[in-house]
Nanobody
Framework: QVQFVESGGGLVQPGGSLRLSCAVSGYIFLIYTMGWYRQAPGKQRELVATITRGGNTNYADSVKGRFTISRDNVATTVYLQMNSLKPEDTAVYYC???????????????WGQGTQVTVSS
């Protein structure tokens, strides 16, 4: 079993900042890519940002220059610093991890329960 503890969501005014955290624990040998996805009402889930174990990052064009993803490999935690937030950033944000549960095991995708981010005046 793999457990997620997400935090940091909430209500913020346009132009404001939030920092999301996601701590992953459980039956884990190795975590490869970690990341954040989001889903707005009536829309499909979309990639926000990902980060590899080696620190390579990938961002959606809509958040480049405003959001920063980072991770702590020892604590198996991934963060998303969100600055200059816009109303269109409003969505449920989901933490993602590609986990190998034991030596020689297959990599599997796991998702957190989601945290709501609302950007509104």
């Amino acid at each position: 079993q793999v457990q997620f503890v997400e935090s940091g969501g909430g209500l913020v005014q346009p132009g404001g900042s939030l920092r999301l955290s996601c701590a992953v624990s459980g039956y884990i040998f190795l975590i490869y890519t970690m990341g954040w996805y989001r889903q707005a009402p009536g829309k499909q889930r979309e990639l926000v940002a990902t980060i590899t174990r080696g620190g390579n990052t990938n961002y959606a064009d809509s958040v480049k220059g405003r959001f920063t993803i980072s991770r702590d490999n020892v604590a198996t935690t991934v963060y998303l610093q969100m600055n200059s937030l816009k109303p269109e950033d409003t969505a449920v944000y989901y933490c993602y991890s590609a986990v190998v549960p034991y030596i020689g095991g297959d990599e599997s995708d796991y998702w957190g329960q989601g945290t709501q981010v609302t950007v509104s005046s």
